[in-house]
T-cell receptor, first 114, second 115 residues
Framework: NAGVTQTPKFQVLKTGQSMTLQCAQD?????MSWYRQDPGMGLRLIHY???????DQGEVPNGYNVSRSTTEDFPLRLLSAAPSQTSVYFC?????????????FGSGTRLTVV | AQKITQTQPGMFVQEKEAVTLDCTYD???????LFWYKQPSSGEMIFLIY??????QNATEGRYSLNFQKARKSANLVISASQLGDSAMYFC????????????FGGGTRVLVKP
């Protein structure tokens, strides 16, 4: 049981480049979300999804796009990378208020924009 | 809007002693959940413990317990018998169905266990 799989684990981009961070889950969780963690800080919500075909913005959505065509996948697209997007990105899934409570996190993608 | 505050940026604890990590929260939702996560230096987020706002008893999971004081809006994490492997960042977070089950995180507390 893989849980939540994020790829790649590390990435270096040049300013202006675009890329997609992948997130896949095999737990049939309805809720999926993307967070970013800047050095020494907590996690901030970028985008989230309550089910296939439904997405919404979080606290820091600018510069990112998401889509959710299947229950399993929730990719995060950086449209035109900027140094301010250097961060660690976490994908998380949850059962949406049903037991067992808790959010399962992927292992993270460390992104550096130069 | 939901808000989580962790006022202790860092703390030392002696091995085998207990440590309490503070967490206060603010929300207008009547039903919510409080979570604690551990983030070791390797970077992964490890779920520790959950407390529901309507749970009658304080949550416990092994050496972790949550001191939930609803009226004071606090959800402090107690780690008993600290081990060297407990050295990590600890994050308090909350979520509610009314808020779309989004998690709001505090800024974290770094714990260093001394031998």
């Amino acid at each position: 049981n893989a849980g939540v799989t994020q790829t790649p684990k590390f990435q270096v981009l040049k300013t202006g480049q675009s890329m997609t961070l992948q997130c896949a889950q095999d737990m049939n969780h309805e809720y999926m979300s993307w967070y970013r963690q800047d050095p020494g800080m907590g996690l901030r919500l970028i985008h989230y999804s309550v089910g296939a075909g439904i997405t919404d913005q979080g606290e820091v959505p600018n510069g990112y796009n998401v889509s959710r065509s299947t229950t399993e996948d929730f990719p995060l697209r950086l449209l035109s990378a900027a140094p301010s997007q250097t961060s660690v990105y976490f994908c998380a899934t949850s059962t949406g208020g049903r037991r067992p409570y808790g959010y399962t996190f992927g292992s993270g993608t460390r992104l550096t924009v130069v | 809007a939901q808000k989580i505050t962790q006022t202790q940026p860092g703390m030392f604890v002696q091995e085998k002693e207990a440590v309490t990590l503070d967490c206060t929260y603010d929300t207008s939702d009547p039903s919510y959940g409080l979570f604690w996560y551990k983030q070791p230096s390797s970077g992964e987020m490890i779920f520790l413990i959950y407390q529901g706002s309507y749970d009658q008893q304080n949550a416990t999971e092994g050496r972790y317990s949550l001191n939930f004081q609803k009226a004071r809006k606090s959800a402090n994490l107690v780690i008993s018998a600290s081990q060297l492997g407990d050295s990590a960042m600890y994050f308090c977070a909350m979520g509610s169905k009314a808020a779309g089950n989004k998690l709001t995180f505090g800024g974290g507390t770094r714990v260093l266990v001394k031998p």
